[in-house]
């Protein structure tokens, strides 16, 4: 019989931090279960994931980070998972921060908890492309939807059945989940909720956004999702597994 809970840890090349994030997990949560999603690493990933107790669901090639995403997602899914928590594999996210996030999703207040890093103490200093993205987001996100979300961007969530359910389908966006995710579930009509988390830089200095080039090309291909999930209509169960469709 397994936890009611999967906590999951999207993984590429993190031999340097995932052993000390799925210790401190599993010192304060010892009876949540915990998968590492290894994206084709070609480190010792995969190894110390198993070694530290970890279950390890590994790609053959890295196929990126939102396809890892509902790799775990689908996974939780097929095995009855009540409740997931995902979380970066890079130290970047406090663990601590699992059971504020969880407490919202399993008492009813949300379908889906963000962890955010400004509305908490941390080290977490954004660089300014990234920083200038992270305000277009939100801006763009508070127009469009009326939510009035801080940290639109986080990869520390805690979400309910309902959310991976959603999660799973063709129209996941799998290249950067990201604000759009967002848009999605509050067109959805999900409960949508932050809490203060933790947050420290990244150990590895490794970031999408390193560069301006980069920077530009996410923030763009971002706002045109955005918009695109506004336009769309999507089809999927509601609350009492019929179909419905909803339409912006």
Do not use: W
């Not at 999951?8 to 590492?36: C, F, G, H, R, W």
């Not at 009326?146 to 959310?163: L, P």
């Not at 063709?170 to 950067?176: K, S």
């Amino acid at each position: 019989m397994h936890s009611d809970t999967l906590i999951i840890i999207p993984a590429y090349n993190e031999e340097k931090t995932i052993l000390k994030v799925i210790t401190s997990i599993k010192e304060q949560y010892p009876d949540m279960d915990v998968a590492v999603i290894n994206d084709g690493s070609s480190d010792n990933t995969a190894r110390l994931a198993r070694e530290a107790g970890a279950m390890v669901l590994s790609h053959p090639f890295n196929m990126g980070y939102g396809v890892s995403l509902q790799t775990g997602y689908k996974y939780a899914v097929r095995n009855h998972y009540s409740f997931l928590v995902q979380i970066d594999a890079d130290g970047q996210h406090d663990p601590g921060g699992i059971g504020t996030l969880l407490a919202l999703v399993k008492n009813g207040t949300a379908h889906i908890a963000l962890g955010s890093r400004f509305l908490g103490p941390g080290e977490y200093q954004p660089s300014i492309y990234r920083l200038t993205g992270i305000k277009v987001f939100r801006l763009l996100l508070r127009l469009l939807s009326g939510e009035k979300i801080s940290d639109v961007t986080t990869g520390f969530q805690a979400m309910d059945r309902k959310v991976m359910n959603v999660f799973v389908r063709d129209f996941f966006p799998c290249d950067y989940p990201d604000a759009d995710v967002i848009m999605l579930l509050s067109k959805l009509k999900f409960t949508i909720k932050e809490a203060p988390v933790r947050m420290y830089s990244s150990p590895s200095g490794k970031s999408m956004h390193r560069s301006p080039v980069r920077a530009f090309y996410y923030t763009f291909k971002m706002v045109l999702s955005m918009i695109l999930t506004k336009l769309r209509k999507y089809s999927l169960p509601n609350r009492d597994d019929s179909s419905k469709k909803v339409e912006g």
